[in-house]
């Protein structure tokens, strides 16, 4: 008996030792690839702190830098630092400013074209905490969302140094566009999102209309319709100390406006499904 049992324990040791090994099992986050696209209009005095913070995360994120022609010379300093840090930071240089949806609409097909297995949105002037990264990260690749938001208002409102007219009117523009769309968010607007690769090749990209902040709304919009599974992760924003604000009236209009827009369009529209 004894005989028998070391046999077959010398067989199954064996047979395991002859299995190939599979490095997808094996390593399978060291093979997934991420990158955080930050779009840029004159943040010389936070691209490279930024840029810095993210690249000694634990996890190797990729950044690629979309500048809208920054007369302030911010696309120079992520051009000096790329010699530093070839592999992992690039830059798309376009000429003025088009608009954040037309940035990150360049962005997510670049990241496709360049096999990134999870992409980001993120901002320039650390109101979106680079740590954030790794949450957003983790209810993506552990959780299995589709999209994972950084969310300022699923647990209350965790917004730092904002005047308290923008705090209000951010909330319940959030509030309204809920309202009209059916989204299940509470950060409609957010503009700190990880996204999994399927879902960005599925999502047509060339039908997302919108320019602005409305660009966030219809990402998400569309994502719901598509089926995708999408998870708010609690953040604390924080108001830029460096630098001026992008936000205008036009934009928020565009968002107010283009909500009722979207909701109308989406009654004619086959979305594609996940």
Request: with cysteine; hydrophobic share 40%.
């Amino acid at each position: 008996m004894r005989k028998t049992e070391y046999l077959c324990t010398k067989f199954r040791f064996i047979f395991w030792q002859s299995q190939p090994t599979n490095p997808q099992i094996m390593s399978q986050n060291e093979s997934e690839r991420c990158l955080v696209i930050i779009p840029t209009y004159n943040e010389k005095e936070n691209i490279e702190n930024i840029i810095r913070y993210v690249f000694k995360l634990s996890e190797p994120f990729h950044i690629l830098v979309i500048d809208d022609g920054s007369p302030d010379g911010t696309a120079a300093i992520v051009k000096s630092l790329q010699n530093e840090f070839p592999e992992q930071l690039h830059l798309i240089e376009r000429e003025g400013k088009m608009g954040l949806g037309t940035a990150y609409i360049a962005g997510f097909r670049w990241s496709l074209e360049h096999n990134y297995d999870y992409t980001f949105e993120m901002d320039a002037d650390f109101s979106h905490n680079p740590d954030d990264l790794l949450r957003l990260l983790a209810a993506c690749r552990e959780e299995g969302a589709d999209m994972s938001i950084g969310s300022r208002y699923v647990s209350g409102v965790n917004v730092v140094n904002w005047p308290m007219d923008r705090v209000l009117m951010s909330y319940f523009a959030s509030k309204y566009v809920r309202v009209i769309t059916g989204m299940d968010i509470h950060d409609t607007t957010a503009g700190f999102v990880c996204y999994k690769r399927r879902l960005l090749e599925k999502m047509e990209l060339d039908k997302i209309r919108f320019r602005g902040y409305a660009f966030q709304i219809e990402m998400k919009f569309t994502a719901m319709k598509m089926g995708a599974k999408i998870i708010e992760v609690p953040i604390i924003f924080t108001n830029r100390v460096l630098g001026t604000s992008k936000m205008s009236g036009g934009i928020f209009s565009e968002a107010v406006f283009g909500v009722i827009k979207l909701k109308i369009g989406s009654w004619t529209r086959i979305y594609p499904k996940l």
